[in-house]
């Protein structure tokens, strides 16, 4: 069937990508962010196009029961844990990694009668404020873990970092420092960097990094390309022109009309709209590529639907293939344009998009 949009998935690119993480982690293993439907990638296809990552991480126990019912047997870290004695049943029988980073979850924990032991990670809040155990709250909740009937299978600490793209590492370097006590003299296994942190801060390693974005290709980084790290975007979002339109000077296009020709004007209507997950701010002038060439977006995005001014790019005819970011436009560009970052544009791919993995 012919396909008027399509996020297409780049396998190889994906593995070339981890494999790059792990050239600049090589002492690590690698926990495999796929939470959002894998950054809009597809949760299953990517999973599985990721035969040698050490483990998944998700964040919802929805996740993690798709990911298993679809074969995968890997570890599955549940990053945000469990909320009730019912998904805490669930997760043990899928034989999921939990996060721990609150009381209840441990009342939870001392509560289950389980057929076996859990491994379990313990999260310590360093600074982000968000999930975790306050460091003055750590040993304390280590040591009822610890003492968990049947003992927990691993029992590993983990932290998230809050500044680690921001090129001044003072934020991240308070956080480590708030980590270093609480760790120190334990045996214990340790994950602390995100895709920014294995990228910029190799002091975070630890035993585990945990990238999602760079696994997609895409930098972190506000003044980076994914590309410039060595890294290949993994997503082409790609469409189509399915008309084509010729204003006179001063006609306006689009709803509101706030784009309003300033001479004859050729326009490609592309089948791409905030229906499709391209955020409806995204303003006139930013561009998609047309036969290889960058053709300005002209008025508003609309549910199904961009404008793309062609007046001076070659011929274009109906049916020519449009990327909307990808290999050759880079996402990064776009968010810049849309006043928003990569992931928030990868995740927000929808549902009515196909994904075609290759
Ligand atoms: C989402 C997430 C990551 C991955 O972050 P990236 O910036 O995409 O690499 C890592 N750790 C935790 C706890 C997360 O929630």
């Known amino acids: 069937m012919m ?25 690590s293993r690698v926990m495999a962010v796929v939470k959002a439907n894998a950054y809009g990638h597809g949760l ?34 549940l990053l945000e844990g469990v909320f009730d004695a019912a998904q805490l049943a669930q997760a043990a029988q899928l034989e999921l990694d939990l996060v721990v980073h609150q009381p209840l979850q441990i009342e939870l924990l001392e509560r289950f009668r389980g057929p ?32 968990l009937q049947p003992a927990p299978l691993q029992l590993r600490v983990l932290t998230h970092l809050a500044c680690a793209d921001e090129a001044d590492g003072g934020a991240t370097a308070e956080q480590l420092e708030r980590l270093r006590p609480l760790v120190a003299g334990l045996e ?44 290949r975007p993994a997503m082409t979002l790609e469409s189509t022109v399915i008309a084509l339109r010729e204003v006179a000077s001063g006609e306006r296009v689009g709803y509101g009309g706030v784009w309003r020709a300033q001479r004859a004007s050729r326009l490609a209507i592309v089948a791409a709209g905030y229906g499709d997950g391209l955020p409806r701010g995204i303003p006139s002038g930013a561009p998609v590529l047309i036969g290889g060439h960058r053709a300005p977006l002209a008025g508003r995005v609309s549910m199904d639907m961009i404008a793309a001014d062609i007046t001076d790019l070659p011929p274009v005819s109906v ?40």
């Open 3 to 27: 396909r008027l949009i399509r996020a297409r998935i780049d396998s190889a690119a994906l593995r070339a990508n981890l494999q790059a993480i792990r050239a600049r982690a090589p002492a």
């Open 116 to 147: 076996r032991p859990l491994p379990l990670w313990l999260k310590v809040d360093t600074g982000m404020n968000r999930l975790g155990f306050r460091p003055e709250e750590f040993r304390a909740a280590w040591e009822r873990l610890r003492g």
């Open 188 to 231: 214990v296994e340790l994950s602390i960097a995100n895709s920014a942190a294995i990228l910029a801060q190799p002091s975070t390693h630890a035993s585990w990094v945990r990238p999602g974005l760079a696994l997609y290709g895409v930098s972190p980084f506000a003044a980076q390309r994914g590309a410039q790290l060595g890294l």
């Open 319 to 358: 049916g020519d293939r449009v990327e909307i970011w990808g290999s050759r436009l880079a996402v990064e560009e776009l968010a810049v344009a849309a006043g928003t970052i990569p992931y928030e544009l990868l995740c927000g791919v929808s549902q009515r998009v196909p994904i075609e993995l290759v």
């Open 44 to 77: 299953v296809p990517t999973a599985l196009a990721l035969p040698d990552a050490d483990a998944f991480a998700v964040a919802r126990l929805e996740e993690a029961i798709t990911l298993r019912d679809n074969g995968l047997k890997r570890r599955i870290v």
